[in-house]
């Protein structure tokens, strides 16, 4: 029996293969817009989230809420009045959220929410699984107070699965297009020391495991939503650099240069997250792409 799912951040780079898959699977899929679109098959509501507003008839017949809102964190450089919209945009949404179900008594039994392996701060080497504790940074705090508003959730009786995401890799999208520009016009080097762990996933998985998770109703809590395998900023590099005929420059970029650039938002650089993806794998979710190799083939081709 097909579902009655709301999106947020459906226009993303989640969202927009996330909408296709459920629509083919069956499912009503509607969609919190901060602007009016035209998405086929897709009804779409308005919300202002700095605001506190929102069309209420967006719950009509929701069962399900899918939470992929949230400001772009490289969007912009880490001013204390952009961490404040980053942190605002996932925590504020969230009880926007709530609130509407609670007012207009929505049918909603589960909230799937995107999170981020910046929960756990950097970690060096240390294997993290979701029992390991939160840690400490902006990105750390961010995710916090984000996994904190969605666990109020449960408060209403509503199923809560938190996704803990690392790098999305996909086409020319993300992370990776911003990785290969320098590789592309022969500057690729590792960056730091080269040495931070990646928790890295192909598009095609994070949005298996949200529909995962919307079908398995004995997932609950968080998971880390990352191949089984992470690897070093050094190797994802090297790994890019091969698929794309570069050479790789024999030193690393300075950690002072990239802070000179980036200013804090370079600390989403060199954090080293060594995630482990026991937790999900022994619900039966099977990845169909475990292999950095694999992944960049797809993307890239042999």
Not at 234 to 258: C, G, M, S
Request: glycine share 8%.
């Amino acid at each position: 029996m097909g579902k009655h799912i709301l999106i947020t951040g459906a226009t993303g780079m989640i969202g927009k293969k996330l909408i296709s898959i459920l629509l083919k699977s069956g499912h009503e899929v509607s969609v919190l817009s901060r602007k009016q679109k035209k998405i086929p098959g897709v009804k779409v509501f308005l919300w202002d989230v700095y605001h506190h507003k929102i069309d209420q008839e967006c719950m009509s017949g929701t069962d399900t809420i899918i939470h992929l809102a949230g400001e772009n964190i490289a969007a912009q450089k880490w001013s204390p009045k952009r961490k404040q919209q980053i942190i605002d945009s996932r925590v504020l949404s969230t009880q926007l959220l709530y609130q509407t179900i609670k007012e207009t008594k929505a049918p909603v039994s589960s909230f799937i929410s995107a999170s981020a392996v910046g929960y756990y701060g950097d970690c060096g080497d240390e294997i993290l699984t979701e029992e390991s504790p939160s840690g400490y940074g902006f990105m750390a705090e961010c995710c916090q107070a984000w996994e904190q508003a969605v666990d109020k959730g449960k408060q209403l009786g509503i199923r809560i699965v938190k996704l803990r995401i690392g790098v999305i890799l996909a086409a020319k999208e993300g992370v990776l297009a911003s990785l290969e520009k320098p590789i592309r016009f022969f500057a690729g080097a590792a960056l730091g020391s080269g040495k931070q762990w990646i928790p890295w996933i192909h598009i095609d998985d994070i949005v298996a495991m949200l529909v995962y998770a919307l079908t398995q109703h004995t997932l609950s809590g968080a998971y880390n939503a990352c191949a089984p395998f992470p690897v070093t900023n050094k190797t994802l590099t090297r790994a890019i650099a091969k698929k794309l005929h570069r050479p790789v420059w024999p030193f690393n970029v300075p950690e002072k240069v990239l802070k000179f650039i980036l200013g804090e938002m370079s600390d989403v650089v060199f954090l080293s997250t060594n995630t482990s993806a026991e937790k999900i794998l022994e619900t039966d979710f099977k990845f169909k792409y475990t292999q950095l190799n694999d992944a960049l083939t797809d993307i890239y081709g042999a």
